[in-house]
């Protein structure tokens, strides 16, 4: 296969026939928008959506030694995991720079499945693989055996309720059960990246279409809309949530994203990273790196990654993640800045938006919280 044609989901005829805007992500074409952005962000915070996240990348982990291996592959502890359980880590490289950001499920005792970004996908299944080696155990690129659709939204657990008779109610956030769902058999996970409740299903292929036709059935009455990638994006910038390439990088380590509490130097046996997430952790503690805030435009101009930050004339950070927040109804942004400027209601702070600096309130992460 050309490296220059993308990948296709198992959707990919479905999205078509909806009418949906596709766009190259990380090798694959996928649903950047069916409609209004606004309308598909607007129905995941009031109602539900429907994402196709099949270019997700899933490496399954197997063996006696899967814990042991993921423990010294990732910063997290992995092993101290109970069985349907999952938990969000990085991979680092040796010198503390994160490779990517993931989430790991305990399927069984010996059976793990570890999701990474599409556009690390290969990345971390190379560093995997290549960790793996001493270990009594196997490392599995699973991308090609499972589709992944997610439902999001207050409206999604009764829409998944009335098409399983899993117990979602037992099933608590960041975990994952096997289940039917519309007579499909499907990993169950409750995680999500929109800052709402909802779920992830992963499923083979060869069942993505039927049970996304169950879905939009099911969810037709309560206001269920299909949703692209541009409203993800929106929804997790809202969230606070990082996203890889922009909130996070080889040049950041966990410390300096200020996710040094995912890196779990009291588990046992040595992690590639330690050594210079230790030194990391204690330049952090000593001299306090940038500090990821968020910005809120006083202003219309929507801030775009690589805009300085600036504040008395100088350059104090760089914004990471801008746009127009559906749901504040002004433009939001992510950005570094320097410690000193990080507190809430730091005054005299802007963005330069070529060659204007715009004014900005910083403000606390997340923007939107969801009233539980």
């Known amino acids: 296969?050309?490296?220059?044609?993308?990948?296709?989901?198992?959707?990919?005829?479905?999205?078509?026939?909806?009418?949906?805007?596709?766009?190259?992500?990380?090798?694959?074409?996928?649903?950047?928008?069916?409609?209004?952005?606004?309308?598909?962000?607007?129905?995941?915070?009031?109602?539900?959506?429907?994402?196709?996240?099949?270019?997700?990348?899933?490496?399954?982990?197997?063996?006696?030694?899967?814990?042991?291996?993921?423990?010294?592959?990732?910063?997290?502890?992995?092993?101290?995991?109970?069985?349907?359980?999952?938990?969000?880590?990085?991979?680092?490289?040796?010198?503390?720079?994160?490779?990517?950001?993931?989430?790991?499920?305990?399927?069984?005792?010996?059976?793990?499945?570890?999701?990474?970004?599409?556009?690390?996908?290969?990345?971390?299944?190379?560093?995997?693989?290549?960790?793996s080696a001493g270990f009594d155990a196997e490392v599995r690129d699973d991308r090609d055996n499972y589709a992944l659709i997610a439902v999001q939204g207050p409206e999604s657990p009764g829409i998944l309720k009335s098409l399983t008779d899993a117990d979602l109610d037992g099933l608590k956030y960041y975990a994952g059960l096997p289940g039917t769902v519309a007579g499909v058999p499907a990993l169950i996970a409750r995680t999500g990246y929109t800052g709402e409740d909802g779920f992830e299903l992963f499923v083979a292929p060869g069942d993505a279409e039927k049970l996304w036709q169950a879905l939009t059935e099911a969810g037709a009455p309560v206001g269920l809309v299909p949703c692209g990638l541009s409203c993800r994006d929106t929804l997790r910038l809202e969230a606070g949530m990082p996203l890889y390439g922009h909130e996070l990088s080889t040049s950041l380590t966990p410390f300096d994203a200020g996710l040094g509490r995912v890196v779990k130097f009291e588990k046992e046996g040595d992690f590639v990273g330690r050594e210079a997430l230790q030194e990391a952790a204690a330049r952090a503690a000593e001299n306090p790196p940038r500090v990821l805030v968020g910005l809120v435009a006083e202003g219309r101009r929507v801030p775009r990654a690589g805009y300085a930050v600036v504040a008395g004339g100088e350059v104090i950070g760089e914004v990471t993640s801008g746009a127009p927040s559906p749901t504040l109804g002004k433009p939001i942004a992510m950005a570094y800045v320097d410690a000193a400027h990080s507190a809430p209601g730091t005054a005299g702070v802007g963005v330069d938006i070529r060659g204007s600096h715009e004014p900005y309130e910083v403000v606390a992460l997340p923007f939107y919280k969801r009233q539980k």
């Not at 990380?26 to 952005?37: F, K, T, V």
């Not at 995991?81 to 991979?91: K, Q």
């Not at 399927?107 to 190379?126: F, G, I, K, M, R």
């Open 1 to 131: 296969m050309s490296s220059t044609a993308p990948r296709h989901t198992a959707l990919d005829a479905l999205h078509r026939s909806l009418g949906a805007t596709m766009t190259d992500f990380a090798g694959w074409d996928m649903p950047l928008r069916y409609g209004s952005e606004r309308d598909e962000h607007l129905a995941v915070r009031t109602k539900a959506g429907l994402f196709d996240l099949s270019h997700m990348g899933e490496i399954t982990v197997t063996g006696p030694q899967a814990a042991q291996l993921l423990n010294f592959a990732l910063v997290g502890n992995i092993a101290s995991v109970g069985v349907g359980r999952a938990r969000y880590t990085m991979i680092c490289r040796a010198d503390g720079g994160i490779l990517d950001d993931l989430i790991v499920y305990r399927l069984a005792e010996t059976e793990y499945l570890v999701v990474a970004n599409a556009s690390n996908a290969q990345v971390v299944l190379d560093a995997l693989v290549e960790r």
